[in-house]
């Protein structure tokens, strides 16, 4: 199982599909903060409970990482496909929760 995630963390294109995926993911983000429906008490509601989700995945994954770093070798592609890949899994969190959140309500 190491040796599958210290190959995963090496890759370099993955690293890349990360860096792609995160740009169209943040705008998305940015424009659910802003929208007019998001300004209002209910939207603000939506995006706090939204964000509790993100922070507590987050914790998760950050604790994770810090957990196999004993077992592989860290380097600098090794952290940046960390890093990337947590704040993809933490924005993209963000957003499917307000989705879903604002299809309940």
Partial sequence: MIEILNELVNNRTILLAGIWY????????????????????RGRAIIGKASIIAIIVFIFLINFFAKISDCIPINYDTVAFCVQWIYDIVITVEVVAILIYKKIQ
């Fill in 22 to 41: 995160a740009q169209p993911i943040t705008i998305i983000l940015i424009v659910l903060f802003f929208i007019k429906s998001s300004r209002d008490e």
